[in-house]
């Protein structure tokens, strides 16, 4: 059963007020619920019944305007409730059993450790009890919750508190109001016994907000840098977008158990714990910004989302993208702006472009769907960031920051779509933006075949540009897209040339690509330039350019864009690895320049240690696959191997000094200089450990051993466990003896393992299941141990004989029993199956066969089988 965004229609009722009770019991939770409901206005139909949404409930009573419904004024099936007959306005009162203890899919009503709590994006809240569970549907509600008073000392829900009390039978309740409509799937409640750190903040307009974060007690030394990202996150959204916070409390619960990353209820954020909790001895420096990404993006969510949300979940871009670009920049003003683009444009290329060159890709957004958890996607996530990201700079920084308020002056306490959004640009602008949409409806990644040509007699350049879309799962032959394409010339010093554009254009630098092929041509250019094209990767495509190796040198050194400097060392990496695979002649000559450009960037003087880090870091291995028509899954390995050792011995003197010089100094800091040093540091080591000196691999017991701060210690473990060093069993068994009541650093120590490329991996992995620490219900500890080995390590995974496949698809098929979500994301990894060799296609559509086959499988695992075999 496939949901069509063209079938959309409003509801015939809405619901104005939600008043809940919910009676928390360790069995028998009761829900009692007390809607108003009224015609919709804004429905046109006819329609003389009622659906509301319901699964799992069990009805204790039901009443229409305070009499008991009778049995034939409504029906009860496996996905709600439907009323026959109901009056134009009406008050819908019922009770429902539940039963969270028992409940693993992690959506709705569940438990985590000892605490309840919820998840209701995108259709938890049905669940909970009989609703319009639907994010057009926005109302204000109220709840109060009961539980016993020495297992939940603490009550939290949306909103402001109101009164607490006690109860007998040693149970107390406390009530909560939220003042702004919201949907369903904004709900949450938690009720456990947590401690929780406190602070406040002012708004701009005087509004005091007290702020919470509330933690299991052991982890209540871990939140302050969360709390210090709360509030960074609240003044920098004040200054770049005028947004204020709109209650008097702000809550932050983290849990164990949990989907996805975090959740944007209102006033009251439900977050995986590995996105609060931080200690320098417990957290990387990767840690350190993933937590203030996170807190940020939930932050801005109250704004982009919930103040104003999704008319459907075809448009759930709407929310994620905008708020995605808003952590972006946001992490770019308080770090290192330059990393932080690479960083970014490097996951987008190796998961996003993947996920587009797939049978699941889909557009920003969607047309149709079987099961919405499906597409909380890279797709609908990072492309649509990048997507209000080419918005923002073909407008600039003045009409985009117009065109955001025009939005949130518009649409405040509404439910709407993307084309909304669009339009505000628009409005902003004068700019017609018809053609720029199709980057919503159109899935795939655009290519862009650039070609240059130079005339000394006219001193004139000449762009020509060519665009295609490649075909996806349901489109085909697609119109050409609004491209935003900026370039710079580079003179033959290496500086920028000033552009003059023949056309005059006033912004000479960007070349708006809207045909399928198309010239843009800069005069007064005394000699011909060196281009250097889609800087600050201005748009989410493929760019050919044929440049030759000795250009992107000199790119390389002297492109005045420092993204563009990267990734012009980045394609001379690539080729010289492809070259590798292919076991060309060539490639040792290639090699051996390459290492020269690397000694060169190494011993440069004054360079940043940060940027310095990306540019000698080598493409992953997954990366380097996409390049091929089919990947050659040993001899990507085999030869990312041999660049490593090889650089590491040839230089390995210089990195061991550098190395050295890079040690760390005094207190553990998280800045963009120190995480910066950390980071060039640490893939130095890298590079010592691949020459296999013996020297090399001491320091990284050294590094372990010295302990200074988490970065380091998994590092030098993650170089140790991949290899077969004496010293490597000895060290992981330290490490789980030293965390093993820590479950996020535990987490680490099952990665590093599954991202082993040793012959034996599989089998540790298959034997880590049995691990005390290990457990199939909790999501973080399947991505640690699953997931890294079917997404971090391509070279194992793929591994010919299959047994890698056979494997997942028998987690998946144990999890689809326990959490649909987590199984459908996991199958996912076997998406890409088609760009194999016969043998591996052969092993891999069998597997998807059999999950394809299975009786009763959810239609979460179903989509994800399906499509793949398809596509
Ligand atoms: N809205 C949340 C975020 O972007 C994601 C929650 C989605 N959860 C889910 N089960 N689909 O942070
Ligand atoms: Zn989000």
Redesign the pocket.
């Known amino acids: 059963r496939t949901i069509y965004l063209k079938d959309y229609q409003p509801v015939p009722w809405v619901i104005r007020t939600v008043d809940l009770d919910f009676r928390l019991h360790e069995k028998g939770t009761r829900v009692i619920s007390r809607l108003t409901l009224e015609r919709n206005p804004a429905f046109t139909g006819q329609a003389a019944e009622l659906r509301l949404d319901g699964e799992g409930l069990k009805p204790v009573w039901l009443r229409l305007d305070g009499s008991e419904l009778h049995g034939d004024a409504y029906g009860i099936d496996d996905q709600g409730l439907v009323l026959f007959n109901p009056p134009e306005q009406f008050v819908l009162e019922s009770e429902v059993e539940l039963a969270p203890e028992k409940n693993t899919t992690?959506?709705g009503l569940y438990r985590s450790g000892s605490m309840f709590c919820t998840?209701c994006?995108?259709e938890?809240f049905r669940h909970i009890t009989w609703y319009l569970d639907r994010p057009d549907v926005m109302a204000r509600f109220k709840v109060r919750l009961e539980a016993d008073r020495d297992k939940y000392p603490v009550l939290l829900s949306n909103g402001n508190p109101l009164e607490r009390g006690e109860l007998p039978d040693n149970r107390h309740y406390a009530e909560w109001e939220d003042p702004h409509p919201k949907p369903s799937?904004l709900f949450a409640l938690v009720a456990g016994k947590l401690k929780y750190i406190e602070d406040s903040f002012e708004t701009a307009s005087g509004r005091p907000v007290r702020l919470r974060i509330y933690v299991e007690p052991e982890n209540i030394d871990k939140c302050d840098h969360a709390m210090q990202s709360l509030i960074r996150s609240m003044r920098w959204d004040e200054e770049k977008y005028g947004r204020e916070y709109d209650l008097d409390v702000f809550n932050i619960v983290a849990v164990n158990d949990f989907?996805?990353?975090?959740?944007?209820n209102k006033g009251l954020n439900i977050f995986n714990s590995k996105y609060v909790l931080a200690r320098p001895d417990t957290a990387t420096d990767d840690d350190y910004l993933g937590i203030e990404a996170?807190i940020a993006?939930?932050y801005f969510?109250n704004w982009t989302?919930n103040r104003i949300t999704c008319r459907d979940w075809f448009q759930l871009s709407l929310?994620?993208g905008f708020?995605?670009y808003r952590d972006q920049e946001f992490s770019s003003d308080m770090g290192a702006r330059g990393i932080k683009r690479i960083d970014d444009v490097r996951m987008l290329r190796a998961h996003q472009f993947a996920e587009d060159d797939s049978p699941m890709a889909h557009p920003v957004r969607p047309a149709s769907y079987m099961e919405?958890?499906n597409f909380?996607t890279v797709t609908v996530?990072e492309k649509g960031a990048e997507v209000v990201r080419m918005q923002a700079n073909l407008l600039g920084p003045e009409l985009f920051r117009k065109a955001t308020d025009i939005y949130f002056d518009r649409f405040d306490g509404q439910a709407v779509t993307t084309d909304d959004f669009v339009r505000c640009m628009e409005d902003a602008s004068g700019r017609d933006l018809t053609q720029f949409r199709h980057w919503y409806d159109y899935a795939g990644t655009p290519e862009l075949t650039v070609q240059g040509e130079y005339h000394p007699d006219e001193q004139v350049y000449r762009l020509q540009v060519r665009q295609s879309v490649p075909d996806t799962p349901g489109q085909k032959n697609k119109p050409p897209f609004h491209i935003p394409l900026v370039v710079g010339l580079l003179d033959s010093h290496g500086r920028d040339m000033p552009l003059d554009r023949s056309d005059g254009s006033a912004r000479p630098e960007l070349l708006e690509v809207m045909e399928k092929e198309q010239t843009f041509e800069f005069r007064n250019l005394p000699e011909a330039p060196v281009p250097s094209l889609l800087r600050g990767f201005s748009a989410p495509v493929k760019l050919n350019y044929p440049y030759s190796d000795a250009e992107l040198v000199f790119l390389m050194a002297h492109d005045s864009d420092g993204f563009n400097r990267w990734d012009a060392g980045q394609e001379l990496a690539q080729r010289v690895l492809l070259k590798l695979v292919e076991q060309a002649p060539e490639g040792a000559d290639m090699l051996a320049e390459f290492t020269h450009a690397f000694h060169r960037a190494l011993d440069a003087a004054h360079s940043d240690p940060a940027l310095l880090s990306e540019v000698l870091s080598l493409p992953s291995e997954s990366l380097l696959g996409e390049r091929m028509e089919v990947v050659d899954v040993e001899g990507i390995h085999a030869a990312r191997e041999q660049v490593k050792a090889h650089i590491g011995k040839r230089l390995h003197d210089d990195l061991l000094s550098h190395y050295r010089d890079l040690g760390e100094e005094g207190e553990y800091q998280v800045t963009p200089e120190t995480i910066g040093r950390r980071r060039l540091k640490n893939l130095l080591l890298t590079y010592l450990t691949a020459s296999g000196s013996r020297e090399a691999v001491d320091l990284c017991v050294q590094q372990y051993q010295a302990g200074h701060n988490m970065t380091d210690v998994i590092h030098a473990l993650t170089l140790v466990a991949d290899g077969d060093h004496p010293a490597r069993q000895e060290l992981l068994d330290d490490f789980a003896a030293r965390w093993h009541a820590d479950p996020l650093v535990m987490d680490k120590w099952f990665s590093v393992q599954a991202r082993s490329s040793r012959k034996d991996t599989l089998e540790r992995v298959m034997a880590l299941q049995e691990h005390p620490a290990f457990s199939i219900t909790n999501p973080n500890k399947v991505r640690a141990l699953i997931g890294s080995f079917a997404m971090g390590n391509p070279f194992c995974f793929h591994s010919a004989d299959g047994k890698g496949y056979t494997f997942l698809v028998d987690k998946v098929l144990q999890l689809d029993g326990i959490n649909p979500?987590i199984a459908a994301r996991l199958l996912r990894s076997m998406a890409r199956w088609r760009h194999y060799d016969k043998a591996r296609r052969e092993l891999a559509r069998g597997q998807l066969e059999r999950v394809a086959g299975q009786n009763g499988i959810s239609r979460d695992v179903y989509e994800v089988a399906s499509k793949s075999l398809q596509g």
Do not use: C, R
């Open positions: 992690l959506q998840q994006e995108a938890g799937y989907n996805m990353g975090a959740m944007e996170v993006h939930e969510h989302g929310k994620e708020t995605v919405i958890n909380y996530y979500q």
